[in-house]
């Protein structure tokens, strides 16, 4: 009787910090609205840039916890009375760099991905569990949802941009990198070209899928982007590159002896039990 009313409260507790949590993803599509310029580094002779290079350009907001990382964002380098401008910054990568994570994992799909490798299939690599959502929302949509990281960094990236195109640009992919918006593996979006996610008015949501070949190479595949504004109303954010990779066989069945190992030492505790 106490296990079931322990499983019970348990699974309670995790559904309704599930609900509390249902409409946060992992990237949010804001405007920069800090005025205020960064310093250069000490070893340069510190002293404040010109401005804040982003000041009225999209960026894309990583959603970590309590506050944003801003991804691929522009950025100023070399000494303050020198400086030179980068249209990207160290931190424009999903997994970020930071982390030592290795790339998103694709797996094996079903249905209309059958025998393929796609991204938004479930697992439990850790980099798939913290970066490998890839729906892109308006950051609006997190107002009255999550306020503390809505307003934070002084509420930089909560301003209205309500008059904005939104879209998505391919600067550059991998070969055999697909990218499909929609339920089939198409390839909607090639070098040059943009997927609109939506206007600054609406709260959007668009979610691509990353799928190669299922005889694809394995390893690494990078895609490279940058956030539009087709009005022209508000600047491109920074280049950012997203990460997936075709895991090895031998990775794949460790992962699955672990899982195995691991439901058998579960399995042989109960049964002492």
Same mark, same amino acid.
């Given at each position: 009787?106490?296990?079931?009313?322990?499983?019970?409260?348990?699974?309670?507790?995790?559904?309704?910090?599930?609900?509390?949590?249902?409409?946060?993803?992992?990237?949010?599509? $804001? +405007?920069?609205?800090? !005025?205020? =310029?960064?310093? #250069? %580094?000490?070893? *340069?002779?510190? &002293?404040? /840039?010109?401005?804040?290079?982003?000041?009225?350009?999209?960026?894309?907001?990583?959603?970590?916890?309590?506050?944003?990382?801003?991804?691929?964002?522009?950025?100023?380098?070399?000494?303050?009375?020198?400086?030179?401008?980068?249209?990207?910054?160290?931190?424009?990568?999903?997994?970020?760099?930071?982390?030592?994570?290795?790339?998103?994992?694709?797996?094996?799909?079903?249905?209309?991905?059958? $025998? +393929?490798?796609?991204? !938004?299939? =479930?697992?439990? #690599? %850790?980099?798939? *569990?913290?970066? &490998?959502? /890839?729906?892109?929302?308006?950051?609006?949509?997190?107002?009255?949802?999550?306020?503390?990281?809505?307003?934070?960094?002084?509420?930089?990236?909560?301003?209205?941009?309500?008059?904005?195109?939104?879209?998505?640009?391919?600067?550059?992919?991998?070969?055999?990198?697909?990218?499909?918006?929609?339920?089939?593996?198409?390839?909607?979006?090639?070098?040059?070209?943009?997927?609109?996610?939506?206007? $600054?008015?609406?709260?959007?949501?668009?979610?691509?899928?990353?799928?190669?070949?299922?005889?694809?190479?394995?390893?690494?595949?990078?895609?490279?982007?940058?956030?539009?504004?087709?009005?022209?109303?508000?600047?491109?954010?920074?280049?950012?590159?997203?990460?997936?990779?075709?895991?090895?066989?031998?990775?794949?069945?460790?992962?699955?002896?672990?899982?195995?190992?691991?439901?058998?030492?579960?399995?042989?505790?109960?049964?002492?039990?």
């Amino acid at each position: 009787m106490r296990t079931f009313i322990t499983g019970t409260v348990v699974a309670i507790f995790l559904t309704c910090t599930q609900v509390a949590h249902a409409d946060i993803v992992t990237y949010y599509v $804001g +405007l920069d609205s800090r !005025g205020t =310029p960064f310093a #250069a %580094p000490a070893g *340069l002779g510190g &002293g404040d /840039y010109p401005d804040n290079p982003n000041l009225n350009h999209l960026s894309l907001l990583f959603h970590h916890g309590d506050h944003y990382h801003a991804l691929g964002v522009h950025n100023y380098s070399g000494p303050a009375a020198a400086p030179v401008l980068n249209d990207t910054n160290a931190n424009n990568r999903t997994p970020e760099i930071s982390t030592g994570l290795p790339p998103v994992e694709l797996r094996r799909g079903a249905g209309a991905f059958d $025998g +393929l490798y796609r991204s !938004g299939m =479930p697992s439990n #690599a %850790p980099q798939n *569990l913290e970066y &490998g959502n /890839y729906e892109f929302r308006n950051v609006h949509s997190l107002a009255g949802e999550d306020d503390i990281t809505y307003n934070s960094s002084a509420g930089r990236w909560n301003s209205p941009f309500e008059t904005a195109n939104i879209a998505l640009e391919l600067v550059s992919a991998s070969a055999g990198l697909n990218i499909a918006f929609g339920a089939s593996p198409t390839m909607d979006l090639t070098v040059g070209g943009r997927q609109v996610l939506g206007l $600054g008015n609406q709260l959007f949501s668009a979610m691509p899928t990353f799928w190669v070949d299922g005889a694809a190479p394995r390893g690494t595949y990078t895609a490279e982007f940058r956030l539009v504004d087709e009005t022209g109303t508000y600047g491109d954010s920074g280049r950012f590159y997203i990460d997936v990779a075709v895991p090895e066989p031998n990775a794949m069945a460790l992962t699955v002896f672990g899982a195995l190992v691991f439901l058998g030492a579960r399995w042989r505790r109960q049964s002492r039990a």
